[in-house]
């Protein structure tokens, strides 16, 4: 083969991967699906590090949350991990300590554990979030925290 047909082929590749986008391997479908990944990390908006429950009864709830425009959760903790996606709107969300953390729509968001928060919806538009509650039967999802 010579080497203008080896670069040819590496160009091409290059080309596709720039048009289609790259190919997220490991995912195991078949052709027709698309994944794209919206978040991939190890630790919460915080930095505080990403824990899995261990319990003998797993129950996973998915909810949509939807906040009015300037209403807000009030202040609240999880001691669950929680997983959201923002479809629509802009939220901020105060935590305990001061910092502040804002979510666009199509961000995803890993919640802060046994962390106080409180989120706000800054925008015109309801947030509208799908949430997913990891936990363990009969324990509650989310704690309202006095402050």
Not at 4 to 26: A, F, H, N, S, Y
Request: glycine share 12%.
């Amino acid at each position: 083969m010579s080497v203008c047909r080896k670069c040819g082929g590496l160009v091409l590749g290059l080309c596709l991967l720039v048009l289609i986008g790259p190919v997220t391997p490991g995912w195991g479908y078949d052709s027709g699906v698309t994944v794209r990944t919206v978040l991939k990390s190890t630790t919460a908006g915080n930095g505080q590090a990403l824990e899995y429950m261990r319990t003998e009864r797993p129950e996973v709830t998915a909810a949509v949350v939807e906040i009015a425009p300037g209403a807000s959760t009030g202040w609240h903790l999880h001691r669950v991990p929680v997983y959201a996606y923002v479809m629509e709107g802009t939220l901020k969300v105060l935590l305990d300590g001061g910092t502040e953390i804002t979510f666009e729509k199509g961000q995803a968001i890993l919640e802060v554990r046994n962390t106080a928060h409180n989120g706000i919806n800054i925008g015109k538009e309801t947030v509208r979030l799908i949430v997913f509650y990891t936990g363990a039967v009969g324990e509650p999802l989310s704690e309202k925290v006095e402050r």
